[in-house]
């Protein structure tokens, strides 16, 4: 689904995301993501407000976390990546442990505000999802916070065991 958000000011001039559909078929997907929102009350995922109905389609209201995500501000020293990872994992298996798969992690559905992170762009049908792609989203989204010229070789023995790793 293409989407276009947009912010404005709320009533109580709180600064909200506004998330609605740019193709044709997107609608639903805007729905169902709001139904999922909607369900979740976690410092660690973006805040559900409201879904608007209009002639235009569903737009699903939010509040605003700021512009920049995971695929926008790295790379980053390894301390900071590894912090942002870190809290980003406590928030993915917070969520597992209530049953919840965010379905489409990756980078660019990673908001950074300050020192945390928040989610948001969940799947909007999250069936046939496993929490251990939410996993695997969370390695990529390290990777791309290093440093895209750093070359880690793992070493490992016959059974596989860790035995060191250094950048090259």
Do not use: N, W
Not at 8 to 15: H, I, L, R, S, V
Not at 29 to 34: G, I, L
Not at 41 to 56: A, I
Not at 107 to 133: F, I, S, T, W
């Amino acid at each position: 689904m293409s989407a276009h958000v947009s912010i404005e000011a709320g009533p109580e001039g709180q600064t909200l995301a506004c998330k609605r559909a740019t193709d044709d078929g997107g609608g639903p997907a805007v729905r169902a993501e709001a139904a999922r929102l909607a369900a979740i009350d976690h410092p660690g995922v973006v805040g559900f407000v409201e879904l608007r109905e209009t002639g235009e389609g569903p737009t699903l209201v939010t509040h605003y976390v700021g512009p920049r995500t995971l695929a926008t501000i790295g790379p980053v020293r390894t301390e900071r990546a590894s912090a942002l990872v870190a809290d980003l994992a406590s928030t993915v298996a917070d969520l597992h442990a209530l049953g919840i798969v965010h379905g489409a992690l990756r980078p660019e559905h990673v908001l950074v505000a300050g020192d945390r992170v928040v989610l948001c762009g969940l799947a909007a049908d999250p069936k046939g999802c496993v929490p251990a792609d939410d996993v695997l989203g969370i390695g990529l989204a390290l990777r791309g916070l290093l440093d895209p010229d750093l070359e880690v070789r793992i070493v490992v023995d016959e059974s596989g065991e860790l035995l060191g790793h250094r950048g090259d």
